[in-house]
């Protein structure tokens, strides 16, 4: 799922960024992003259905999942 490729790669990307001695100020706004990501990916995943109700709003609610991850992504450089 795209969607938790994404949301793995900007938490991978915060760890790196850490490592180089990124502080907790620098990653606030990447962090903000992950969790905003990560919220809507657990949400579509725990309403059971993946989407077979309501197939379009479970897309649109992933699709707005990888953009929090991809925003994170770019935010989250030292």
Known sequence: MA???ALIALIDDIN????????D???ADARR???GASF???FVKSEN???FH???ESMRV???AIELARQGTSSGQP
């Open 3 to 5: 969607s938790v490729a």
């Open 16 to 23: 790196a960024a850490k490592v180089a001695g990124a502080s």
């Open 25 to 27: 100020a620098d990653l």
């Open 33 to 35: 992003y992950q969790r």
């Open 40 to 42: 809507l990916v657990d």
């Open 49 to 51: 259905s993946a989407g």
């Open 54 to 56: 309501a197939d379009q």
């Open 62 to 64: 992933l699709a707005q």
